[in-house]
């Protein structure tokens, strides 16, 4: 059961790294703001190691902390996905530009929105049943296990 952990956190950094690879497969250009963005946002996947392996040597298996602090890690690596998009619309051409139209519209939005408050109520629930706060993690790794779409289509169509 423990190993659990760590497929999950590898299934997390591939949907990352997929998603991240689609993202700036759209884009012509990165400027400091971007570069900073992504930083950021790398920040928060560096520290995956660190909290997985926490979970797993946690007593009774998951404990509270450790599965909060995993919820924690999730929530900010999905925040800081929010800055980093937004930088590379705004540096290649606003909401008129290839990713600024595929990411302007609705479909898959629904995703971006629901994710953190999975990883809140994780967080949350880790004090009272870590397993519940597990399963939910789970639950957005599945729902974004597919990747979203709207790059590849939006790319399909100026082609």
């Known amino acids: 059961m423990r ?21 700036l497969h759209a884009v012509q250009k990165v400027n400091g703001r971007v570069m900073w963005s992504n930083l950021f946002f790398l920040f928060w ?15 009774p298996f998951p404990a509270p902390v450790p599965t909060a602090l995993y919820g924690v890690v999730l929530l900010m690596a999905a ?3 929010i ?12 909401q008129g530009g290839t990713l600024g139209r595929a990411l302007g519209g609705e479909h898959g939005a629904w995703k971006e929105k629901i994710s953190p408050f ?17 399963i939910l993690y789970i639950a957005v790794a599945i729902l ?16």
């Open 45 to 59: 996947l560096s520290l995956f190691p660190f909290v997985t392996s926490w979970v797993n040597e946690s007593h």
């Open 83 to 94: 800055p980093l998009g937004r930088a590379l619309v705004a540096c290649n051409g606003g």
């Open 118 to 134: 999975f990883y809140l109520a994780g967080i949350g629930l880790s004090f009272v049943a870590p397993i519940v706060s597990c």
């Open 3 to 23: 190993f659990l952990s760590y497929v999950l956190s590898f299934i997390y950094v591939g949907i990352y790294w997929n998603n991240h690879h689609h993202m």
């Open 144 to 159: 974004w296990f597919v990747p979203d779409r709207r790059i590849e289509h939006q790319l399909k169509q100026h082609e």
């Open 79 to 81: 925040l800081s996905w």
